[in-house]
Every structure is written in C-alpha cells, then in structure tokens.
C-alpha cells in the first residue's frame, strides 16, 4: 500500500474530513455576527461522497484515523448516515468528531450507534454570559448537556477545545480547568489562529502558550507528559499537590509550532484536498470523481499532492515577533468554517 508520505518523510494517516461548512453560532474569532456566505451547496459533498473518499484513504492509502468537521458537522442531518456509511466497512478505523455541542445532547446515542467512537467539544467559556458574548447565541448549558450525553454514550475520552481571546476569556483559564475536571473532559487550549473569516488577527492580542501555563501554574503544578507523538498537542497533568486533578493540552500552532511531525492530510467539505491547514493551494478531488474518476486515479491525485506539503506553515522560517509570524507566513484565503478542523 503506498503512503501518503511527503518529501520530508512525514507520513500522513490521520484524515481531517469535514462535512460541511455551515455553523449555528458566530464565534468572534470566526465568523461575522451577519451576512456570512455558505459555499454552493450544489459543491458540497454527499453522503456517498464522502464515504467513497474514506474508503480510498483507508484502503489504499493507509489512513488510520478520521475525523469528521465542519463548520459544525450537527447542522448536517444525515451525519448519522454519513457515519454509518464510513464505520461499517472499517470498525478498524478511530472515527471522531469534533462539535460545537449544540444538539449533541439528542444525538450522542444515535451517532455512537452509528460508529462514532469519540468527540471534540468546543466549549471556550465556564461561564453562560461570556458564552452569548462569544458566540453571539444562547447555548451554553445545552452545550454542558451534550458533554454529559456524549459521556453517557460512551463517546469518550471526551476532550474539550478552547480558544482564548483577550479581555474576553482570557481571565478563565484556571475556571475552564476546574471545569473540565468536574466535568472528566479533558482540557484543549487552542492558540487563536490566524485563519478566521473575519480577519482580524492580530499579534498583540494573541495568549500563548507560554500564558496559559503560567495562569495555571498560579494555582496547580504542571507535570509535562512524554507521550506526544504527532498529536499537535502538549498535554500536562495538572498537580494539586500530590493529587493529579485532570490532563491538560495546548496546541501551540503559532508560537510553538510542530510541523515537523504533522501526520493529517484534510479534505474540505466540496472536496478539495489540502495537505497543510495554512495551504495556499488545494487539489480538486470532487470535480474528477463526479466526471467518472476511478478509486486508483482519485488516489494518486491524494499522493501528488502530499508529496508537494511544504516543510512548514511558514511560522517557523523567521520566527513568531511582535508584528506576528515572521518569514514568509501567509493567512489562507479559506476561512476555518469552509477548510474544515
């Protein structure tokens, strides 16, 4: 089986596949409060569509581990199906989804039926009123309630993502992890990207990681763990004196970043295949598997492309400064919602 290496050893088997571009809430540090532009939905993806592409990922290509994003993959109502449709010829394959939470309460029984082995949760605030503030919508405790039903389906370890934005929440981090311990989740702090759709990014309001961890060493010691792996993420036991209260990560793509040992590849919801979350370009899959394209010609357009990832998102050529990234970084064109997790 050929693998979907690049010219820098790297092997991709961790699939990023989202599944649609739409989104219930309008968080700040993502999309506009209005007049936000959905992709056609003629170019969105179908159910078979987007199985058939797993399949060639797992089968020929060696992809270990998908999971499924959006937008938010909830708005899609046969996720179920689309579920279904991937997990049942591979139970081999970790299957995972990454959500806002809003619905999960309904659905958690119906998709860990239907192959979902665990969830994402994003979730940036312990508080209901920062919630509204963030997201622009009511939801906070529904979002708890998802947490509790995922848990109860046996969706787990259940981590939850969060992304600190100054003078919002940025005050909460010792809160977000009392939290998640109450709650046993796993903590996720996500260094803001620069890659919403409003494009507003700005070095000075960035909290890295070098400050999430000093807020939490205030009130906990820190215990780095040694089994990172490719996981984009650090992850700490968090010490209250010789007690260990809950794990913790950090994904530091801005100002720690681990390019070196990235192992996903990602395929957009209207089926453009990107070898980097920062790629300036994409591989067309959708257009030539709608015109007749067979699983072997699908395939090496996926292993051309991977092949051609650059070394890194561009962070690492000059460094992270004052003004930002350093050394020939540039935003993507693509917002968050429409490239996908």
């Not at 209901?128 to 998802?146: F, I, K, P, Q, S």
Request: charged residues 25%.
């Amino acid at each position: 089986m050929p693998a979907l290496v690049d010219r820098f050893g790297r092997v991709a088997t961790d699939l990023r596949l989202s599944v649609t571009d739409v989104c219930n809430l309008r968080c700040s540090y993502c999309l506009p409060a209005t007049d936000v532009h959905w992709l056609p939905r003629s170019t969105i993806l179908a159910a078979d569509e987007l199985a058939r592409l797993a399949h060639i990922g797992i089968s020929r290509l060696g992809i270990t581990k998908i999971r499924l994003t959006g937008g938010e993959p909830l708005t899609r109502p046969d996720l179920e199906q689309v579920v279904a449709a991937i997990a049942g010829p591979h139970p081999q394959v970790e299957l995972a989804l990454t959500t806002n939470g809003i619905g999960l309460a309904e659905r958690a029984p119906a998709l860990a039926e239907a192959g979902i082995q665990r969830v994402n949760i994003s979730l940036d605030t312990a508080h209901a009123e920062t919630y509204r503030t963030m997201t622009r919508r009511e939801g906070h405790e529904r979002v708890l309630d998802g947490i509790r039903a995922a848990a109860a389906a046996g969706l787990g370890p259940i981590k939850v993502n969060t992304v600190l934005l100054k003078g919002l929440n940025d005050h909460e981090v010792v809160d977000l992890v009392e939290m998640c311990a109450a709650l046993g989740t796993e903590l996720r702090f996500i260094e803001q990207m620069p890659i919403g759709a409003t494009r507003d990014w700005a070095a000075e309001n960035l909290i890295t990681a070098a400050d999430i961890r000093a807020q939490i060493e205030q009130r906990y010691r820190l215990v780095p763990r040694a089994d990172r792996g490719a996981s984009p993420a650090q992850r700490w036991e968090v010490m209250d004196g010789e007690q260990r209260l809950t794990t913790v990560g950090i994904i530091a793509s801005v100002t720690e970043p681990f390019c070196g040992a990235c192992d996903r590849t990602r395929i957009s919801a209207d089926g453009q295949l990107r070898s980097c979350l920062f790629s300036q370009g994409e591989t067309d899959l959708r257009t030539p598997m709608r015109e007749g394209a067979d699983d072997e010609q699908l395939a090496q357009l996926w292993l051309d492309a991977m092949w051609a990832k650059p070394r890194a998102h561009g962070s690492d050529a000059g460094g992270f400064g004052p003004a930002g990234f350093e050394g020939g970084f540039t935003q993507p064109e693509r917002p968050m919602n429409a490239i996908g997790g």
